[in-house]
C-alpha cells in the first residue's frame, strides 16, 4: 500500500510487501480498536492481491462498502499464492476490466518472450527457452547443483562487483546452506572480515546466531515502519557494532540518486538473516541484474514464474 494523498480529505497508507496476511491482520485489529479506519473518499490499495486468501479478502471488502471508501487491487494471479483458503483474486480478470502491466526483465527477447509463457500459464516453454540459451543446468544431485550455484554466483562476483545477484530456492534449508557455502568461500578468500578485528560480530536474530561483518549481503524478513524496510529487502552491512548494524539498501533512496542507508537495533529488530541466498517467497517483487536459481520438485508453476522474472540480465535454472 503506497503511502500518499489519495483525493481531497483522502489519507497515507502504508506500503505492504511480501507475505501479506501479517501487514493485512495488523489493519484489521486497528480498525476492531477504532483507529485509522476508513472513510468515503479514501482508496485503499493492497499490492500483491494475489495473496490474499478469501476470508481475509472479504473482511477488506465489507470494511470498504461499509464506509464508502474504495478498494484498488494490484498483482499478478499467476504468482505467488494465498497460504490461507480461497484465492480470490484469480478470477478477477475475467470478471471484470482489468488493466494488465506485465513485470518482465529489462534483458533481451528471451526473458520477455519466457516471462510472457510463464505468465499465460505455458510454463514449459518457459524454461525451454533458457534451456536453449544454456541457462538450464542438470546434476546429479542436490548438492552437486547447490555447488554449481555457490561458484556461479561467486564468479560473478568477480566479474560484476557493482552488479546485484541473489540465489532463490523453494526450501528454507536450501536456502541456509547456500547462505553458508558462499558466505564461507567469501571469508577463506578473506573477502569478508573474520572476528572482532576484521569487523564481524555474532548477533542474535530470529532464526539463531549469526555472524555479519562488512560486505556481508542482508536480507530483512519483516516490515518495519520505524527503519522504512519491507520484508524481502536485501542490502550489504557497511559496519557492525554490538548493538546495531549499519546496511546499505540495494538502490537509491526515493527520488534521489543516492542509496539509503539505515541502522538497524539488533536488540528491538532481530528479523534478519543473510541474504546471498533467499527463499522465493521474499523474493517476489525485488529486482536484481542476475538471479540463480535451485529448482526442487517442490515447485509449481507458480514459484517458477516468481523465480524466473528477479532479474534484469541473466537467470540460471
Not at 493485512?24 to 485509522?36: F, G, K, P, Q
Not at 499465460?120 to 542436490?142: K, M, N
Not at 536450501?174 to 573477502?191: F, K, M, P, T, W
Amino acid at each position: 500500500m503506497w503511502r500518499g494523498t489519495v483525493g481531497q480529505g483522502g489519507r497515507g497508507l502504508e506500503e505492504s510487501s511480501g507475505i501479506q496476511s501479517r501487514t493485512l491482520a495488523s489493519w484489521s485489529r486497528s480498525w476492531e480498536n477504532d483507529r485509522h479506519n476508513l472513510s468515503r473518499g479514501d482508496v485503499f490499495v493492497i499490492y500483491e492481491a494475489g495473496m490474499v486468501e478469501s476470508r481475509q479478502f472479504a473482511q477488506f471488502v465489507n470494511e470498504a462498502e461499509a464506509r464508502g471508501a474504495k478498494i484498488v487491487l494490484v498483482g499478478d494471479h499467476e504468482q505467488l499464492q494465498a497460504i490461507g483458503a480461497g484465492a480470490p483474486f484469480a478470477p478477477l480478470p475475467s470478471r471484470s476490466a482489468m488493466r494488465s502491466f506485465r513485470n518482465t526483465p529489462a534483458a533481451g527477447g528471451l526473458a520477455r518472450e519466457a516471462s510472457v509463457a510463464f505468465a499465460t500459464r505455458r510454463t514449459a516453454e518457459g524454461p525451454a527457452a533458457y534451456h536453449e540459451h544454456g541457462d538450464v543446468r542438470l546434476s546429479e544431485t542436490r548438492e552437486d547443483a547447490r555447488g554449481e550455484i555457490v561458484r556461479d554466483y561467486l564468479a560473478d562476483r568477480d566479474q560484476r562487483p557493482d552488479g546485484t545477484r541473489v540465489a532463490m530456492a523453494h526450501r528454507r534449508l536450501d536456502v541456509r546452506a547456500l547462505n553458508e557455502a558462499i558466505r564461507s568461500e567469501l571469508r577463506d578468500s578473506h573477502l569478508l572480515g573474520r572476528g572482532e578485528e576484521g569487523g564481524e560480530r555474532t548477533l542474535q536474530t530470529n532464526d539463531g546466531k549469526r555472524c555479519f561483518a562488512p560486505g556481508d549481503r542482508i536480507v530483512f524478513l519483516e516490515n518495519s515502519r520505524d527503519l522504512g524496510v519491507k520484508n524481502g529487502m536485501l542490502g550489504t552491512v557497511q559496519s557492525v557494532e554490538p548493538h546495531a548494524i549499519q546496511v546499505q539498501l540495494d538502490g537509491n533512496a526515493p527520488g534521489t540518486d543516492s542509496p539509503r542507508v539505515v541502522d538497524v537495533p539488533v536488540n528491538d529488530y532481530q528479523s534478519i538473516d543473510h541474504g546471498y541466498a533467499t527463499t522465493i517467497h521474499k523474493s517476489q517483487g525485488a529486482t536484481v541484474d542476475r538471479a540463480f536459481v535451485l529448482a526442487s520438485g517442490t515447485m509449481d508453476r507458480h514459484l517458477t514464474y516468481v523465480a524466473m522474472t528477479r532479474h534484469r540480465d541473466g537467470a540460471q535454472l
